[in-house]
């Protein structure tokens, strides 16, 4: 098993750019999660899917953020215009209904 | 209210001690129970379930008090390999619901 695939691990972008995270979950995992880690935050739930479907997305900052899910292999997250205070490490995580299993991130710099 | 908290640390113990890291929660429908572990600039990773009547995994030991809504995790004969930040997490019921709530982070540093 592969695990959770995100790309890419590294991005630095000019701010006004447009961002596009992804994620590749765990065949057989139903469950999807967006997460945000910033020092002084920590670990915040941007969004979640259950079967590829949005399930709560209160956590998502602004209409900048949007996410998808087209099918139970493939998300994205994208984030547009960039901003700096974006900058932050990005998790994607699945779920069959018990652990969670994250992916490496992308670490996400805007200048 | 910060839903779960966490004493941020660090924690610089030397090797063999026996550490203690404590966690408290707000929300009383939190259904589950977890400590996960994270590496310098890696994924966070699950260390292990917390029961009910609180359970052990080697040198781990996981308690939970409902009553009191808090959490704790014990550490045996620290081993320089345990430095990491160790993270709370809960679990609220409801239908459909699988997200995990995080704790900041108690950062562990195992000193020769």
């Known amino acids: 098993d592969a695990g959770v695939i995100q790309s890419p691990r590294h991005e630095v972008t000019e701010m006004g750019q447009e961002v596009t995270l992804r994620c590749k979950p765990i065949?057989?995992?139903?469950?999807l999660f967006w997460y945000r880690q910033t020092m002084m935050r920590g670990l915040e739930l941007l969004i979640y899917f259950n079967n590829n479907v949005p399930i709560d997305d209160s956590g998502m900052p602004e209409d900048r953020f949007s996410a998808k899910m087209p099918n139970a292999s493939f998300s994205t997250l994208k984030i547009q215009p960039s901003e700096p205070r974006d900058s932050a490490v990005y998790f994607c995580a699945s779920s069959s209904g018990t652990g969670y299993t994250f992916g490496s991130g992308t670490r996400l710099t805007v200048v | 209210r910060k839903e779960v908290e966490q004493d941020p640390g660090p924690f610089n113990v030397p090797e063999g001690a026996t550490v203690a890291f404590n966690c408290t929660y707000s929300?009383?429908?939190?259904?589950?129970f977890f400590w996960y572990r994270q590496d310098c600039r890696k994924e966070p990773k699950l260390l292990m379930s917390v029961y009910s009547s609180g359970n052990e995994d080697g040198r781990f030991t996981a308690q939970l008090n409902r009553a009191s809504q808090y959490i704790s995790l014990l550490i045996r004969d620290s081993k320089l390999s345990d430095s990491a930040t160790y993270l709370c997490?809960?679990?609220?019921?409801?239908?459909?619901?699988?997200?995990?709530?995080f704790g900041k982070g108690t950062k562990l540093s195992v000193i020769p």
């Open positions: 929300n009383s429908a939190s259904q589950s």
């Open positions: 997490v809960v679990r609220y019921s409801g239908a459909g619901s699988y997200q995990l709530t």
């Open positions: 065949s057989g995992h139903n469950s």
